[in-house]
């Protein structure tokens, strides 16, 4: 027995065969706790860009409300203006009135009606205004050209 080898390989072949299986078991082990990793870092990216989204989702929702908050302000000015443009056109049909206008002005104003012989009538079409041309600034202009003629 002391040279035969047949018997002695059986020995490191259980324990070769046991080392495989505890190989094969870490790396199963390995694997699976790789892909509980991937799930685990899967559900948290899918959470982050449901986040992302959802914020995105209601900043734009908020936007659109503020933009028609804004809007239904300018629609309520809008009405109000034109409420207040129909009140000024009432006001300016009542005061063409020419008999609302001496009304006014004989019983508020306490105007006297002038007599036929104080009316004064002006020709508008022409010119009834003469202009006065002011020799003051001809005698200016005049002095500051002499000087700039001496100078230059």
């Known amino acids: 027995m ?9 020995v490191p072949f259980r324990k070769r ?3 495989d299986l505890e190989k094969s078991r870490t790396q ?10 991937k799930r685990k870092k899967n559900v948290l990216l899918n959470i982050t860009i449901g986040f992302v989204i959802g914020m995105t989702i209601v900043g734009r929702y908020c936007m ?25 056109s009432v006001d300016l049909l009542k005061f063409r009135n020419i008999s609302y206008i001496e009304q006014t002005a004989t019983t508020k104003l306490h105007m006297v009606k002038p007599k036929v012989s104080q009316i004064q009538y ?10 006065n041309e002011n020799t003051g600034i001809k005698i200016s202009n005049e002095v500051v050209n002499k000087i700039k003629n001496i100078i230059f």
């Open 17 to 19: 065969k046991y080392e």
């Open 2 to 10: 002391d040279g035969n080898t047949v018997l002695v390989p059986e």
């Open 122 to 131: 002006l020709n508008l079409s022409k010119n009834n205004l003469q202009t």
């Open 64 to 88: 659109i409300y503020n933009y028609q908050e804004a809007n239904f302000k300018a629609k309520d000015e809008i009405d109000m203006i034109s409420k207040e443009n129909d009140s000024y």
């Open 28 to 37: 199963v082990e390995g694997s699976k706790k790789l892909r509980i990793i």
